[in-house]
C-alpha cells in the first residue's frame, strides 16, 4: 500500500492566515503544511483541503487515477468545486457532504453518507468505517491488496459517552501497519491503542492534523520521536509493508534537568503521555502541616493521566532493578536530600568522618541501577550549579552533591534535556535511523 501525503496540517494548514504566533511566523519554505490529505495507492483519497490537485502535483502524484473520496466530517476549508462530475464517488461522514458540494442530480458526483459499522469495497481496498469520537465525525480503516491495513483517525475530542479508542482496535486483534492521528494534541489516543494491541512497535505512527499548537522544527521531531511516532513532510510518500525498520529510536533512560517551575516536570510528563501504563514515582513524599507542598502535589497529580499509577518511596535501585513497566522519577535532587538527610550528611563533622562516602556510595548505587534498568524510565533533577552560590556549607554541599549526581546520571543515559523557560533543549540524543520511505 502506498501512502502520499499531499497534506498534513489541520483544517486551517500550518502557518494559519494572518496568524503572527512563533510558530506560524517561522513555519517557511519545506516546513509549510497544507490540510490533511492522504493519497492511497492514487486511487482512493482521504479527506482534503481546497486544492488537493496543486498538492498532488507538488508531489508529483496526479489525482486522474482517483475514484473514491472518503470525508472524515465536515469541511472547514474545502468548497470542492473541483470535484468531477463523473468518474469519483464521495463518502461523507454522517454530517453529510461539505458545503458547496454539488447534488448528483444537478450534475455533481455521486456520494453517500455513512455511519459508524459499515464496511464496504472500493475498488481494491476494504473500508470499515469507526467511530470519530465526536458526533459527525467518523474514522476509516482501510486494508490494501497486499494486506497492509491503515487506520486514519479525524482531529476530533473523545466522545464523553463512550471509550471511542475500543472501537478502533481490529476485530482480529492484530495491529495495525501504520496510524494516522493527531497525536500532538492527543496523546493519550496513542496510549489506549497501545494499550489495546493495535499499535505494536511494528506499527507506523504518523502524525496528521498538525497545526501552529505543536512545536516548530526540530522540536516537533523531537517530541513525536519520544512517542514513537514521526511526521513526514507533504508530499511525502511512505509504503506500507515494504520496511521493517520505520520506527524512530526511542530512548530507554532520559534525563530531564531545569530549574525551578522551567517546565522540567510537565515535560518529562510529556514524554510518556503516548504510554498506556506509567508509574510515577514520587521521591517527595508527604509532609504534615506544609499546605503548600499539600498544593504542589495536587497539582502534579491532576495533570497526571488518570491510567498512571503512583508510587511514592526512595528506594530507587531496588525499583530500577525490579521494573518491567514504564517509570517516571520526579525528582532525583528530592531524593538526594532523603539520601544525604539518612547520612546525617548536613553535620560537617559527620559529612568529614564517613558522611561523603556514604552519600557517594548511594549515587553510584543509584548510577549502576540507572544503567542497567531494563525498562524505559524517565528521571527529572533540578539543575541549581547556575544559581546563587549557597550561604551555608550544608547549601554548598548539596548543590555540588547534585551537579555530580546529575552528571553520573547524564553519563549512563540515552537522552539528556535541558528545559528553561518551557523551551527543551537536547544535550544528548540518540541517531536517527535511515528509512526506505521517501518522506
Not at 8 to 22: I, K, L, N, S, Y
Not at 119 to 139: I, K, M, Q, S, Y
Request: negative net charge; charged residues 20%; aromatic residues 4%.
Amino acid at each position: 500500500m502506498e501512502v502520499t501525503f499531499l497534506g498534513t496540517a489541520g483544517p486551517r494548514g500550518w502557518p494559519q492566515p494572518f496568524c503572527t504566533c512563533a510558530s506560524c511566523l517561522g513555519c517557511t519554505g519545506s516546513a509549510v503544511r497544507e490540510p490533511s490529505c492522504v493519497l492511497i495507492d492514487g486511487t482512493l483519497l482521504i479527506d482534503c483541503g481546497p486544492e488537493p490537485a496543486h498538492a498532488a502535483a507538488r508531489a508529483a502524484r496526479p489525482l486522474t487515477a482517483v475514484r473514491h473520496l472518503l470525508l472524515t466530517g465536515p469541511a472547514e476549508k474545502a468548497p470542492l468545486a473541483w470535484l468531477p462530475a463523473a468518474g469519483l464517488e464521495v463518502v461523507a461522514a454522517p454530517s453529510g457532504p461539505p458545503a458547496g458540494l454539488p447534488a448528483p442530480t444537478a450534475g455533481g458526483p455521486p456520494w453517500r453518507t455513512v455511519a459508524a459499522g459499515e464496511e464496504f469495497v472500493l475498488g481494491d481496498h476494504h473500508v470499515t468505517v469507526l467511530p470519530g469520537g465526536a458526533a459527525g465525525r467518523v474514522a476509516y480503516a482501510v486494508s490494501g491488496p497486499n494486506g497492509a491495513r491503515l487506520l486514519f483517525i479525524p482531529s476530533a475530542p473523545l466522545a464523553p459517552e463512550a471509550d471511542t479508542t475500543r472501537a478502533w482496535a481490529r476485530p482480529d486483534g492484530l495491529p495495525y501497519d501504520a496510524v494516522l492521528l493527531d497525536v500532538v494534541a492527543w496523546p493519550e489516543r496513542l496510549a489506549a491503542l497501545r494499550r489495546d494491541g493495535a499499535v505494536t512497535e511494528a506499527t507506523d505512527v504518523l502524525a496528521v492534523h498538525l497545526s501552529h499548537e505543536a512545536p516548530p522544527g526540530e522540536e516537533l521531531q523531537r517530541r513525536l520521536a519520544a512517542w514513537g511516532a514521526r511526521a513526514v513532510a507533504d508530499g511525502g510518500v511512505v509504503r506500507l509493508g515494504a520496511e521493517p525498520d520505520r520506527q524512530p529510536a526511542q530512548p530507554y533512560r532520559t534525563l530531564v534537568l531545569g530549574g525551578a517551575r522551567s517546565g522540567k516536570s510537565a515535560e518529562a510528563e510529556r514524554r510518556l503521555a503516548a504510554v498506556p501504563e506509567v508509574t510515577y514515582v514520587a521521591t517527595g513524599g508527604t509532609r504534615d502541616g506544609d499546605a503548600e507542598w499539600a498544593q504542589r502535589v495536587t497539582v502534579h497529580r491532576e495533570r497526571r493521566p488518570a491510567a498512571w499509577r503512583t508510587a511514592e518511596t526512595t528506594d530507587l535501585v531496588d525499583l530500577l532493578a525490579t521494573a518491567t513497566g514504564p517509570l517516571l522519577v520526579d525528582c532525583l535532587s528530592l531524593w538526594l536530600t532523603a539520601v544525604m538527610d539518612a547520612c546525617d550528611a548536613w553535620d560537617d563533622a559527620k559529612w568529614e568522618s564517613g558522611g561523603r562516602e556514604q552519600v557517594r556510595a548511594h549515587i553510584d548505587a543509584l548510577a549502576l541501577a540507572w544503567r542497567n534498568c531494563r525498562a524505559q524510565v524517565v528521571a527529572v533533577s533540578n539543575e541549581v550549579g547556575s544559581g546563587v552560590v549557597p550561604a551555608t556549607a550544608s547549601g554548598r554541599r548539596y548543590r555540588d552533591e547534585l551537579g555530580r549526581l546529575n552528571a553520573v546520571i547524564a553519563e549512563q543515559s540515552d537522552e539528556v534535556l535541558l528545559v528553561v523557560a518551557g523551551q527543551v533543549l537536547t544535550l544528548r540524543g540518540l541517531p536517527r535511523k535511515p528509512r526506505h520511505a521517501r518522506s
